[in-house]
């Protein structure tokens, strides 16, 4: 799977996420969907960063505040 379908993927599960957190009546339930959320969040968050970099190239620093 391509990494921007990822990305697409992971950034329409988040507001999922969100809108069950408060339909579940049990512990478990919330834990499993805050952890797919959590799981969504990482994807987006590296991956966003690769593709800056892939994108960029070696002009990436401003974006990402490091230095390559």
Do not use: E
């Not at 999922?16 to 799981?39: D, E, K, N, T």
Request: glycine content about 8%; aromatic content about 2%.
């Amino acid at each position: 799977m391509d990494a921007n379908h990822v990305l697409l993927l992971s950034t329409a599960v988040v507001p999922v996420c969100m809108v069950l957190v408060p339909l579940c009546r049990a512990l478990s339930g919330l834990a499993f969907i805050l952890g797919v959320m959590g799981l969504c969040m990482g994807c987006i968050d590296c991956l966003a960063n690769l593709q800056m970099i892939n994108v960029h190239g070696n002009a990436v620093a401003p974006f990402l505040h490091v230095s390559i």
